[in-house]
């Protein structure tokens, strides 16, 4: 696995993959993902990015039940090993995965989910003439900070609703750029522990839901260059009560891995 860099450098490498300028404050996109995407695409760009964003999926976890991302680790060209930001909670760490910025600049730095005044790779991709769209959960934090762009946000009550719509999305090939978020790991860990039959439970869901998004995109996107990612926030760790917490300055928060898979255009 690759030398791990920050999490800031995820967004600019991702607008390098579909030849666009990265937002304002960026940092320097992710030298190996960049490279990534040149050899997978002979050079050429990316017209779809699909980012499946589950919760709280540490390394620590991936490492630990690998069994139990089975379908994802075969599925991947690359694993990309990241270092997220502190504090290492949900509305931090994915305003630094979609504005390159740390959170000093993007301007989060608790669990709060103001809408993000600074420049976003969503605005990046409306101002290149892109279509991006986000799905996720009612009152969770990426259903909250990017909104207020001219673009498409489907929120709903359930994790089977927004996959189920993304999977629709797939079939009718009308976006450029996709995000889909999902929560259940991340809700079941602080409840139970991160190690717990329920939450375990819930990362074998979201690697379900990710290969069947993968099988989706290789069926109805087969026009396209794209690439696909499985792409948490931040990690986990135990704390007293069996229950799970995540936010402190420690490997297992702050430490993640990301997978990735591109599929050139037939």
């Not at 207020?148 to 673009?151: C, I, P």
């Given at each position: 696995m690759n030398e791990r860099k920050s999490?800031?450098?995820l967004c600019a490498a991702l607008c390098y993959a579909m030849g666009i300028d990265a937002p304002e404050k960026a940092n320097a996109a992710h030298t190996q993902l960049c490279e990534y995407i040149d050899k997978a695409f002979d050079g050429k760009k990316a017209d779809r990015i699909f980012m499946y964003n589950p919760d709280a999926i540490a390394e620590w976890i991936y490492k630990k039940y690998p069994q139990l991302l089975k379908g994802v680790i075969e599925r991947k060209d690359i694993e990309i090993a990241y270092e997220t930001v502190m504090p290492s909670v949900t509305p931090?760490?994915?305003g630094t995965m979609y504005t390159g910025a740390q959170p000093c600049v993007h301007g989060i730095q608790k669990y709060e989910k103001p809408v993000l005044a600074i420049d976003?790779?969503?605005d990046a991709l409306i101002r290149s003439?892109?279509?991006p769209v986000i799905l996720a959960e009612n009152n969770c934090s990426i259903a909250k900070i990017f909104l207020?762009?001219?673009?498409e946000y489907f929120i709903y009550d359930s994790i089977d609703e927004l996959n189920a719509k993304a999977c629709e999305i797939i079939m009718k090939d009308e976006y450029d750029f996709v995000v889909v978020y999902n929560g259940n790991y991340d809700h079941i860990m602080h409840k139970s522990g991160p190690e717990s039959i329920g939450a375990l439970a819930e990362l074998r869901a979201n690697d379900c839901a990710f290969s069947c998004f993968d099988v989706m995109i290789k069926e109805h996107w087969k026009n396209h260059n794209t690439l696909l990612a499985f792409a948490m926030d931040?990690?986990?760790h135990e704390i007293d009560g069996n229950c799970g917490s995540h936010g402190l300055d420690c490997a297992e928060d702050l430490h993640i891995t990301h997978?990735?898979?591109a599929y050139k255009a037939e």
């Open positions: 999490l800031d450098t931090v760490c994915f976003t790779i969503f003439g892109k279509k207020e762009r001219e673009m931040h990690g986990c997978f990735y898979k």
